[in-house]
């Protein structure tokens, strides 16, 4: 392609005054070279289409680079772009070039409709998927002829890192924004705690998982709803018990949806759906929330809220677990505090007391006291008491759990069980978790409501015992005949 | 990923099998992938990219093809050129749904068909995974989804 026939160069104007058909052809092939050296070496992907659309034999090195194909020369730009963006944005690009050869229309006011400003360009690996993309921004300019728009110069540019760079400042504007609603929901909680609870709703989400995965047989899929809906408010009672309100309205949300299944009588595997969407969400915010804690663990204990106002929070947790499960027990239970201080719990026990307080008040709850129905025959009030209190002396720190529940049922039984007619031992009783299960689990005595929640009772037992085991503590139950029953813990002072 | 995207690649699926076959396609209780990998003898992947992306496979056995084959194509003793064919088929037709429901802000590539056990493919790691397992005359079968 030379100079005098391409009409897509411009022309030259000037003209050497010696020689001038030696000195004009020198000045052609100086610009021949010139341009030549540009399309070599531009870093912009420089091309020109005609009113075909199709691409001009000239066009830059750097356009071939960008695009990854070489011999672009007749090729049609719409084609290049097919299966490279998605088709919605070739149509408008079609209409879009169109209307730049339009020379009537104003060429600022269509630069507006040009949808290759910034397009995302996917690259196919050897078996036709996409395997990366790059982003691009494509911008047109008109060339004229006396005849009018004749050809449209095309530039492209790679925008990628910087488009990646606007994304990581907004992921990091997002980041950002979550951690501090996050820190504002568990800052109040002990790293220790934390991390346990991100634990359990791990083990529960993965049982859910493992529930769905071994669920072979639609006929069962009511059981797998049962397991589903168990987990779930194990979950939802831990975080409750944290004051973890996202993820006690997350767990809410999915109960919902489980609640919402369970009415059906004929399940299929669509109802399940809803699920598995909802199971990877809670999964997500999980990571998002482990994440965040990770990095600001360090800092945490800095942040950490005052020993007083984590008091409250033990003794709030406290109420509201003794209400939450009273009612679904169908129970009336007064929680009193008596003279339990809070500050007083030495600060390496204080995550075993808390674990502790929770069984002693789960275990009264269910085996030690009475539904109103039940007190009112015995003569009672229908309200049952339960109070707590604290002890210290020279050697030992203690609490005193007290009920005036189910008396000469279970706790007397108990009592005949363990230590006969002899004084119990000062270690309390020597039975494992299945025996004393045995001597207080009476058959069809059990309500609808227990009988969901005392599975675990046997292992509960255990749990707690070998959580005294480990700090050395000491548990002792008393008895009187008709008024209350006590459960005595203490710990060695250390020195 | 939304449930309407989950119920419409399984709604796909199913209308697939109960056109040319004239038995349903049961779907199982769908579950979220884990690291192992979900193939069968015969996988077809369908890329998506565009404003959303991702990927979605089918993989079935070689015995659950070759009934189907039977059934569709009215060929006993299918060839492997056939089975192969016959998967990319159904994924294909899966492909044809998406793209008439999403319109063409998505782009769906053509199907790649891989036989063989031996390593699981390669899945968005930042998006979940769902597999539906599904069941046609006996022969069960995966339908994978991967969609941010």
């Known amino acids: 392609m030379t100079v005098k026939e391409d009409r897509l160069l411009p022309a030259t104007k000037s003209r050497p005054k010696s020689h001038p058909e030696k000195s004009t052809l020198k000045t052609v092939s100086s610009l021949q070279s010139v341009l030549d050296y540009l399309l070599q070496y531009v870093e912009e992907g420089v091309f020109f289409l005609n009113k075909q659309l199709t691409i001009s034999e000239v066009y830059s090195h750097r356009f071939e680079e960008l695009l990854g194909r ?157 397991n589903i809906y168990r987990s779930l408010h194990i979950i939802k009672g831990n975080a ?48 998002e929330v482990r994440r965040i804690f990770k990095q600001i663990q360090k800092f945490h204990r800095f942040f950490r809220a005052k020993r007083s106002y984590e008091s409250f929070l033990l003794i709030n947790s406290l109420k509201t677990y003794t209400r939450e499960l009273s009612k679904q027990l169908g129970k009336n239970v007064q929680f009193e505090l008596g003279d339990f201080d809070v500050l ?31 007190r009112e025959k015995l003569g009672k009030s229908p309200t049952s008491h339960l109070q707590i209190s604290s002890f210290q002396d020279e050697k030992s720190w203690g609490l005193i759990l007290r009920h005036d529940g189910r ?27 299945s025996q004393i299960a045995e001597l207080i689990f009476v058959p069809g005595n059990i309500s609808a409501g227990e009988s969901q929640v005392m599975d675990n009772f046997p292992l509960e037992i255990e749990v707690l015992k070998q959580k005294l085991r480990k700090e050395r503590g000491k548990l002792k139950i008393s008895f009187t005949s008709e008024k209350f029953c006590e459960f005595t813990i203490a710990f060695p002072l250390k020195k | ?68 084959a039977e059934t569709v194509f009215k060929v006993r003793e299918a060839s492997i050129p056939t089975l192969e064919m016959l998967i990319s088929e159904v994924t294909n037709n899966i492909a044809l749904s998406v793209r008439a429901a999403y319109g063409s802000q998505f782009m769906i590539s053509l199907p790649v068909v891989v036989q063989g056990k031996a390593r699981g493919i390669q899945l968005p790691e930042e998006v979940p995974a769902f597999v539906v397992p599904m069941d046609w005359q006996k022969h069960r079968f995966y339908l994978v989804i991967s969609l941010d």
């Open chain 1, 344 to 374: 007083s719990i030495p600060y390496v026990y204080r995550k075993v007391v808390r674990d502790i307080l929770f069984l002693l008040i789960r275990n009264t709850l269910l085996y030690g006291v009475e539904t109103p129905e039940e």
């Open chain 1, 407 to 433: 008396i000469g049922r279970i706790e007397q039984l108990l009592k005949e069980k363990i230590y006969g007619d002899g004084e119990q031992p000062e270690n309390g009783p020597d039975l494992n978790g």
């Open chain 1, 70 to 226: 070489e011999k672009l020369a007749q090729e049609n730009f719409l084609q290049i772009l097919k299966n490279r963006v998605p088709d919605k944005i070739i149509k408008k690009t079609e209409e879009f070039l169109h209307f730049m050869f339009q020379a009537e229309l104003e060429e600022e006011v269509i630069q507006e409709l040009n949808p290759l400003t910034r397009v995302e360009f996917f690259f196919e690996d050897e078996l036709g998927m996409w395997s990366s993309s790059r982003f691009f921004s494509f911008k047109f300019r008109r060339i004229y002829d006396q005849t009018g728009v004749v050809a449209l110069m095309g530039i492209v540019q790679d925008v990628s890192e910087w488009i990646q760079l606007q994304k990581a400042v907004q992921e990091s504007r997002n980041s950002i924004q979550k951690q501090m609603e996050w820190l504002v929901n568990i800052l109040h909680v002990e790293p220790d705690i934390l991390n346990e609870f991100f634990k359990g709703v791990e083990h529960e989400l993965g049982y859910i998982d493992k529930t769905l995965k071994g669920a072979r047989d639609l006929r069962f899929s009511h059981q797998v709803l049962e």
């Open chain 1, 240 to 287: 409750t018990l944290l004051d973890l309100e996202p993820f006690v309205n997350q767990a809410n949300q999915f109960i919902r949806i489980v609640q919402n299944i369970k009415q059906k009588t004929d399940l299929i595997g669509n109802d399940f759906v809803p699920i598995v969407v909802q199971l990877s969400e809670m999964r997500k915010k999980l990571e």
């Open chain 2, 1 to 68: 990923m939304h449930e309407a995207d989950l119920h419409f690649f399984i709604d796909s699926t199913v209308t697939y099998f109960e056109e040319k076959t004239q038995t349903k396609a049961v779907p199982g209780i769908p579950y979220l992938k884990g690291d192992e990998p979900v193939m069968l003898e015969y996988t077809s992947i369908i890329g998506i990219s565009g404003e959303r992306k991702g990927v979605v496979y089918l993989t079935a056995s070689k015995n659950m093809l070759e009934v189907l």
